[in-house]
Nanobody, 124 residues
Framework: QVQLVESGGGLVQAGGSLRLSCATSGDTFIRNYAMGWCRQAPEKERESVAAINWNGGSTYYADSVKGRFTISRSNAKNTLYLQMNMLKPEDTAIYFC????????????????WGQGTQVTVSS
């Protein structure tokens, strides 16, 4: 059973930075999965933020985070990352990591496996 555990969320002022991590376990083939980050703010639909293919050679970003967020992964550590810079109050949401065998599925904000989420709050 694949397990995803997010960490690194918190409270930060606008303009600040946070680095989210998503530790994976339970399947030795998880390193072959595409992975991504989604977020959901109160009373809003879930939004795909960024996605990365199995070897890190291809990435996708939502227009709202391009130039500010960077997705990366370490298959040696079975960990996915999201470096978030120049944070804005509108980035406030619960951030979830997801994994799937298909990169397009993750890009669409879907996935076979999900973490429990980590709260990111950006104050103005």
């Amino acid at each position: 059973q694949v397990q995803l555990v997010e960490s690194g969320g918190g409270l930060v002022q606008a303009g600040g930075s946070l680095r989210l991590s998503c530790a994976t376990s339970g399947d030795t083939f998880i390193r072959n999965y595409a992975m991504g980050w989604c977020r959901q703010a109160p009373e809003k639909e879930r939004e795909s933020v960024a996605a990365i293919n199995w070897n890190g050679g291809s990435t996708y970003y939502a227009d709202s985070v391009k130039g500010r967020f960077t997705i990366s992964r370490s298959n040696a550590k079975n960990t996915l990352y999201l470096q978030m810079n120049m944070l804005k109050p509108e980035d406030t949401a619960i951030y979830f990591c997801a994994a799937d065998t298909a990169t397009q599925t993750v890009r669409l904000g879907l996935g076979s496996y999900w973490g429990q989420g980590t709260q990111v709050t950006v104050s103005s």
